[in-house]
């Protein structure tokens, strides 16, 4: 595993630094490249979960730090530039992600943000053994109206440019690296999953995975379908960068109907 990594790294470092017009420079790398360079060669799992754990991590750390509802912009801003820049570490030893097919992915992720309201709000409607829903929403006290909150200056402005560009640009690179580029490899083959192709579906790693997302996700039911889809829509393109592309278009358009309509209940 480690003797793969270093000689592909080995490789990819000659041919880049062959090139004169290349903006990178391998020949003498820092102190901090050389470490990562060796934790990855150990563990080449690590660059896939470290930019997602970092997001859940510093998003409890975020809710310790600044708790009640003051302290959402800064517990927002803290998770999202702290896993950007975890991402920024590991991003050139993720593999190649792949075309875009961006009308597809414009296309599917607004389907997929109508999909999510639609299906919760008809889900959250139904009655279960005396329960409106198996696992309810926050309560509309508990609800964050940004507005209410920040009221109509620069401060509301700034939180939505880091809310909804953190959703639409970290999330999605930080979750499709994990899950479909990691977890659903993993299933396959734990002890090899670095040389598990991109896309390749078993029963196994679809089921699991699609599970699996109603650990991450408070509206468990829609998230259960969207993965799904999303892991079917994954072996169709075998592209993390059309998922990634998808997952953006997915939270901006369900976030900016949030702010729209002001229905905090998918403010998430």
Request: glycine share 6%; with cysteine.
């Amino acid at each position: 595993m480690g003797q793969d990594f270093r000689t592909t790294t080995s490789a990819f470092m000659i041919a880049s630094t062959s090139d004169p017009a290349s903006p990178r420079e391998y020949t003498s790398p820092g102190p901090l490249r050389r470490r990562l360079d060796a934790w990855v060669a150990r563990s080449p799992d690590v660059a896939y979960l470290a930019p997602f754990m970092s997001f859940l991590l510093l998003m409890a750390l975020g809710n310790w730090l600044f708790p009640g509802k003051e302290g959402v912009p800064w517990s927002y801003a803290l998770r999202t530039f702290g896993a950007l820049a975890v991402a920024l570490a590991f991003w050139r030893y993720w593999p190649p992600l792949g075309r875009m097919h961006l009308l597809p992915a414009v296309i599917l992720g607004l389907l997929t943000a109508a999909m999510w309201v639609l299906v919760h709000k008809w889900f959250a409607a139904q009655s279960w053994y005396g329960y409106t829903q198996l696992w309810p929403d926050a309560k509309p006290e508990d609800h964050y109206d940004c507005f209410a909150q920040l009221g109509s200056g620069w401060a509301l402005w700034l939180f939505l440019v880091v809310r909804i560009g953190g959703a639409s640009i970290v999330v999605p690179i930080v979750e499709e690296i994990f899950w479909r580029g990691w977890v659903l490899r993993v299933l396959v083959d734990y002890w090899k999953w670095e040389r598990v192709p991109l896309g390749i579906y078993t029963l196994r790693s679809f089921v699991i995975c699609s599970l699996a997302s109603a650990l991450e996700h408070p509206m468990w039911e829609v998230g259960i379908l969207c993965w799904a889809a999303w892991n079917l829509l994954f072996y169709w393109k075998k592209s993390l960068l059309f998922m990634i592309v998808m997952h953006g278009v997915t939270n901006f358009a369900l976030y900016a109907y949030v702010v729209y309509a002001r229905d905090w209940v998918f403010w998430s």
